[in-house]
């Protein structure tokens, strides 16, 4: 390769679950990702609503294959300088090293690129939602 940087990056599907802003972070993602995808073991169709319901575009996703698999499918198929998986688990990251990924936790990944965390909002909504719920008779 020509050292051009290029990087194929995998979120895991409780990961993009864990960001105040999937779509967004996807968005930004592509700025210095040559392909961006989910990876997941839930059935196809969990992921496809999710990503629909988030607009993501994804140049990848697990669909009925497993987490290893579709690691191993993805590094054969997008040939980039590096191959990184934004997990949540010790599981993630021992799935990533048995395929030869990189591993970045969610909240690392989330810090070193300025995306916002969804517990960091959810305190906000939980008042709100509590104060209306407070109208009820």
Do not use: C
């Not at 990924?101 to 305190?123: R, Y």
């Amino acid at each position: 390769m020509n050292g051009s940087g290029e990087m194929t990056l995998a979120f895991e599907l409780s990961a993009l679950e864990e960001l105040a802003e999937p779509g967004t972070v996807f968005d930004d993602a592509r700025r210095w990702s040559k392909y961006v995808g989910v990876v997941s073991d839930k059935p196809t169709y969990v992921v496809t609503n999710f990503t629909r319901k988030n607009r993501i575009r994804q140049d990848f996703f697990s669909g009925p294959k497993g987490k290893g698999e579709s690691l191993e499918s993805v590094r054969e198929q997008f040939d980039t300088d590096r191959h990184v998986f934004v997990g949540t688990t010790d599981g993630d990251r021992d799935l990533a090293e048995d395929h030869e990924w990189e591993f970045l936790d969610v909240s690392e990944a989330a810090e070193a690129a300025d995306w916002q965390l969804a517990d960091e909002t959810d305190d906000e909504s939980d008042a709100v939602e509590e104060d209306q719920r407070d109208d009820w008779p």
